[in-house]
């Protein structure tokens, strides 16, 4: 079968399919990265890659990020493990310290913002799936800010928003996952709300469940305002919701996508790895080509 992308019915997000990625000629890889850039979100289904061959993939899209944490790091440095599974196959319970961080990835967020250089993209493989439940839905904030009202726009450009990951986890427990040097690791960070997309020059929204505030503005207020701007961005006809199976790899754009987990029963396994995109520029400490 020959490559084949068919978009979806919202304004982000397609599937690809009549491709083997971890066979990937220069053609469709080329094919593949327009179409990541045109639509934003990409699903594979049936794809059943390795880790190794996940992060060979995402490799050719530029260099990986380190985890947040050494605690979500699989063999390989360049995965990310989102499991509620322990190694002997028993499941965190959703109150644990571990429960409770995973439990951040239900709200509505961009990976790494939280961080000085924050990533590209992220790709996401599905290897052990809850039997309901367990979705990944995907927000267009490029839709999203052409949406917007003008005059909320021209109030929202130049500004920047704090991103702090103490802020976000904080709301939902499980800090503790984290070292001390770590957290020492994780200063709040400023973003533009506004960010356009060096590949496309197409503009965006850049908020999600880490933006704290905006700056030099009142905290509550402002805090207030983002909450708001997320709610009404995040919704039809700008939201993809992907339903997994196992096998599937989904990759998406960090720099105009929000995304977030849609929960499943506690009583059932999931076990998907990740790939980070590390952020373009120099001297970027999360790189792990840097390290």
Not at 105 to 134: C, E, F
Request: glycine fraction near 8%.
């Amino acid at each position: 079968m020959a490559l084949q992308i068919v978009p979806t019915e919202a304004t982000l997000g397609a599937v690809v399919r009549g491709v083997r990625l971890a066979e990937l000629d220069d053609a469709d890889f080329a094919a593949i990265e327009r179409a990541w850039h045109d639509h934003a979100v990409l699903a594979f289904p049936d794809q059943h890659l390795s880790e190794a061959e996940q992060a060979s993939f995402s490799r050719r899209l530029g260099p990986l990020e380190r985890s947040l944490t050494a605690n979500n790091v699989g063999a390989d440095p360049e995965i990310i493990v989102l499991s509620n599974m322990r190694e002997d196959g028993t499941l965190w319970q959703a109150d644990s310290a571990h429960g409770l961080f995973l439990q951040g990835n239900n709200y509505w967020h961009t990976d790494s913002s939280y961080k000085r250089v924050p990533s590209k993209g992220s790709a996401l493989a599905a290897r052990v799936v809850p039997a309901t439940g367990g979705e990944t839905a995907f927000a267009d904030m490029r839709a999203a800010l052409d949406a917007l009202d003008p005059g909320m726009r021209d109030y929202l450009e130049g500004k920047s928003a704090v991103h702090s990951y103490a802020y976000s986890q904080g709301k939902v427990g499980g800090t503790e996952t984290l070292s001390a040097d770590e957290w020492d690791a994780l200063p709040p960070v400023e973003h533009p709300i506004l960010r356009r997309h060096p590949a496309t020059g197409r503009d965006a929204l850049y908020i999600g469940r880490h933006a704290s505030h905006i700056v030099g503005e009142d905290e509550g207020d402002s805090r207030a305002l983002l909450e708001r701007l997320c709610a009404e961005a995040c919704r039809a006809p700008r939201v993809f919701v992907h339903r997994w199976r196992v096998g599937d790899l989904v990759l998406w754009d960090n720099r105009c996508v929000l995304h977030r987990g849609l929960g499943h029963p506690p009583d059932q396994g999931r076990y998907m790895t990740r790939t980070t995109l590390a952020g373009d520029g120099a001297s970027n400490e999360w790189s792990l080509q840097a390290g």
